[in-house]
T-cell receptor, first 114, second 113 residues
Framework: AQSVTQLDSQVPVFEEAPVELRCNYS??????LFWYVQYPNQGLQLLLK??????LVKGINGFEAEFNKSQTSFHLRKPSVHISDTAEYFC????????????FGTGTLLAVQP | DTEVTQTPKHLVMGMTNKKSLKCEQH?????MYWYKQKAKKPPELMFV???????INESVPSRFSPECPNSSLLNLHLHALQPEDSALYLC????????????FGDGTRLSIL
């Protein structure tokens, strides 16, 4: 079975500083990886996805993530954050196929301070 | 703007009421999902429909009854809910049930009195 670990429940950072949100997964089979963002009182918005191919994935709003199979990680990064990036970020894994289900991590609150 | 539309945005109901949540998408997606999300927690999968047929029920209590009348519409019928059912209910859709990412609506915030 797959699982996802987001060790940081909250990451405070100053505006215009770089940030990395950590995500580790465990699975005995190949997986597909996603990062979603949830702004207050909204649903989840897909930031980026890794299905196959290049391990460096670029997403919306200047975010990128790198898939590292040997370390089973899929960390999310942004070189310079804005106040508007304050939100909850969820890493998710899926095995794909007919029994595809998204398994979410517990989320990381990115708190950008002026 | 989200391409998955959920109505109503907010719903307050008593434990004896019957109400329904509605979800609509016009992206031609053939898989649709219901999730429940409590505060400060990740979404929990409830039901999955694939080509209008129920394919996954995550052992959800029978007071929640899903329905997929057509490929664009997903309903969640509610009856005799409990206070612990108060949560944000999210609908999502994807091209199909394989590896395509899921697109979420903004949810219905449900409060049970």
């Amino acid at each position: 079975a797959q699982s996802v670990t987001q060790l940081d429940s909250q990451v405070p950072v100053f505006e215009e500083a770089p940030v990395e949100l950590r995500c580790n997964y465990s699975s005995s089979v190949s997986v597909y990886l996603f990062w979603y963002v949830q702004y207050p009182n909204q649903g989840l918005q897909l930031l980026l996805k890794y299905l196959s191919g290049s391990t460096l994935v670029k997403g919306i709003n200047g975010f990128e993530a790198e898939f590292n199979k040997s370390q089973t990680s899929f960390h999310l990064r942004k070189p310079s954050v804005h106040i508007s990036d304050t939100a909850e970020y969820f890493c998710a894994v899926s095995r794909g196929g007919a029994t595809n289900k998204l398994i979410f991590g517990t989320g990381t609150l990115l708190a950008v301070q002026p | 703007d989200t391409e998955v539309t959920q109505t109503p945005k907010h719903l307050v109901m008593g434990m004896t009421n019957k109400k329904s949540l509605k979800c609509e998408q016009h992206m031609g997606h053939r898989a649709m999902y219901w999730y429940k999300q409590k505060a400060k927690k990740p979404p929990e999968l409830m039901f999955v429909y694939s080509y209008e047929k129920l394919s996954i029920n995550e052992s959800v209590p029978s007071r929640f009854s899903p329905e997929c009348p057509n490929s664009s519409l997903l309903n969640l019928h509610l009856h005799a809910l409990q206070p612990e059912d108060s949560a944000l209910y999210l609908c999502a859709s994807s091209v199909d049930r394989t590896l395509e990412p899921q697109h979420f609506g903004d949810g219905t915030r449900l409060s049970i009195l």
